[in-house]
């Protein structure tokens, strides 16, 4: 680490020297305007006026590159920030399935659209503000599509209805487009401490913790889309049990669903209250997957691998959340409150 002097200038003036290597490497200048932020814990940060620029252009290779290859390094420069990115191939056209690739990872990704296209070389751009989101609403936003996957697809089950297991599917596109959004969302604002604010942030600190979260709630809706997929394979659309044993998963479901929206309110909330009470709900719900499957009469094993299959979604839904809570507590007890004094 190093140090610097502070001196003073004037009556109400302390100044500090920029390091010339730090400088050089970023083009500040004398007369040059840098951006200055005060964050916790007495920090400041100092940064050049190009941080402040978005617009950064990737270009992507794609010479030696397949289509899955090309798809997935679209999403990664997407999620890493990057306003336009271009794929181009050197030694010729592009083929069809590098093309068909790129428009695939277009439909996927929130706010990209193509701009600009030769038979070498396809440009799009993202249009996206992080102004236009904060990142606690777009973890709600998460946490509330997943929570409407799982409640069709057990209505589903109950109903023996595919065309609303269909719907629940259906969502995931949704739930992964705002997945990855937040994803670049947080790594933006990890890489230009002025965007923490501009998504809703003092500071950077929850960054780490945010990312954690939003993979949680997108692994929450690959169970609700695990469910629904087996109604669709179920014999009748539907699992081979009395309403009795249908009426306490469902009970589970509710059950599931208040603990992921408590868990996430409790994180977005600083609340640690909330964070206990989630806790206690989670103990109260956590052998009901073994409870259920303990009450089953003799069947089938492949009805009795389906009936599984839910509850063991359920039950993992149920640990996400509580790890989402876990989170939510070294935010809350990272703050001033009642339980807390941070001197």
Known sequence: METRKVQRLGPSTLAMTLPAEWAKEHDVEKGDEVSL??????????????????????????????????????????????RVIRIENESGALDSEQINAVYRAETQLMGLGVIEETPESIAIRCS?????????????RLESTGSTMRGEAVKALAHGNPDLAQRALNRERQANKIFVLLLRLIFTAYQNPN?????????GFPLIGYRSIAKNLELTADNAED??????????????????????IREFTEQVDELTALAVESAVTRDYDKTIAARELFHEISDREREILNDLPEM?????????????????????????????????LNEESDHTTIN
């Open 128 to 140: 996206v503000d992080p102004e236009d989101f904060t990142l606690d609403n777009l973890l709600e």
């Open 227 to 248: 469910i629904a997929e087996i109604v669709l394979e179920a014999e009748g659309h539907t699992l081979n049990v009395d309403q009795s044993t249908m009426r306490r």
């Open 37 to 82: 932020r005060m964050g916790g814990k007495g920090t400041l940060t100092v940064m050049p006026e190009s941080a402040n620029s978005e617009e950064t252009e990737a270009v992507i290779h794609a010479d030696d590159l397949d289509a899955d290859a090309v798809e997935r390094a679209i999403v990664a420069q997407y999620v890493l920030g990057r």
């Open 195 to 203: 965007l923490a604010r501009a998504v809703g942030l003092a500071d």
């Open 300 to 332: 089938d094993n492949q009805d009795l691998l389906q009936v599984r299959e839910v509850l063991v979604s359920l039950q993992q839904t149920a640990q996400y959340a509580m790890r989402n809570a876990e989170i939510a507590v070294n935010l809350a």
